[in-house]
T-cell receptor, first 113, second 113 residues
Framework: DTAVSQTPKYLVTQMGNDKSIKCEQN?????MYWYKQDSKKFLKIMFS???????INETVPNRFSPKSPDKAHLNLHINSLELGDSAVYFC????????????FGPGTRLTVT | LAKTTQPISMDSYEGQEVNITCSHN???????ITWYQQFPSQGPRFIIQ???TKVTNEVASLFIPADRKSSTLSLPRVSLSDTAVYYC??????????????FGKGTHLIIQP
């Protein structure tokens, strides 16, 4: 069984479109995250949710809106996609926040044309 | 914000011991030190975590001096499959902010035959 899964694995879309990436974890963790890894491989935290509540919201454009319907799911919706949004997006989960061991999903490679 | 500094890249050979050092001069009393490994096209994977002195598990050791301003990840007898990017993170377990979730650029370790 996959611990942290993301769909889709690849996403190619045009500028201006709206898209969503789904994430699910079956580890029973309380905290989930979204990270962005750009072409320079710099991995940056975007959001963190604990028990469906937003804990961390780094300097991310408000076109990005995370939604957590329950503890096991944290989806990422992106409005009005821009070229600069092209990156690999990773979902992760952990038992607690902060420095707790995180389990990462396989990533979603988003390409905006 | 406890920033970390790591070498951009390192080279070694199969069978050697590899030590990757991370500097974190502004580490706080409650901060832990965590290392992750990332292979191409995969999410990061937790390796080891420590607070002080030495921690060892089945894949690595983590050495932390008394002042905790640096730490060294030690990989014994590396193989080609250890070629990856290694990230050092510093943060506390309270999870109140993104401090412990700043991955930086990591160290690209290349193992040659």
């Amino acid at each position: 069984d996959t611990a942290v899964s993301q769909t889709p694995k690849y996403l190619v879309t045009q500028m201006g479109n709206d898209k969503s990436i789904k994430c699910e974890q079956n580890l029973g963790h309380d905290t989930m995250y979204w990270y962005k890894q750009d072409s320079k491989k710099f991995l940056k935290i975007m959001f963190s949710y604990n028990n469906k509540e937003l804990i961390i919201n780094e300097t991310v454009p408000n076109r990005f809106s995370p939604k957590s319907p329950d503890k096991a799911h944290l989806n990422l919706h992106i409005n009005s996609l821009e070229l600069g949004d092209s990156a690999v997006y990773f979902c992760a989960s952990s038992h607690g926040g902060g420095s707790y061991e995180q389990y990462f999903g396989p990533g979603t490679r988003l390409t905006v044309t | 914000l406890a920033k970390t500094t790591q070498p951009i890249s390192m080279d070694s050979y199969e069978g050697q011991e590899v030590n990757i050092t991370c500097s974190h001069n502004n580490i706080a009393t409650n901060d832990y030190i965590t290392w992750y490994q990332q292979f191409p096209s995969q999410g990061p994977r937790f390796i080891i975590q420590g607070y002080k002195t030495k921690v060892t598990n089945e894949v690595a050791s983590l050495f932390i001096p008394a002042d905790r301003k640096s730490s060294t990840l030690s990989l014994p007898r590396v193989s080609l499959s250890d070629t990856a990017v290694y990230y050092c993170l510093v943060g506390d377990e309270m999870g109140g902010g993104a401090d412990g979730l700043t991955f930086g650029k990591g160290t690209h370790l290349i193992i040659q035959p």
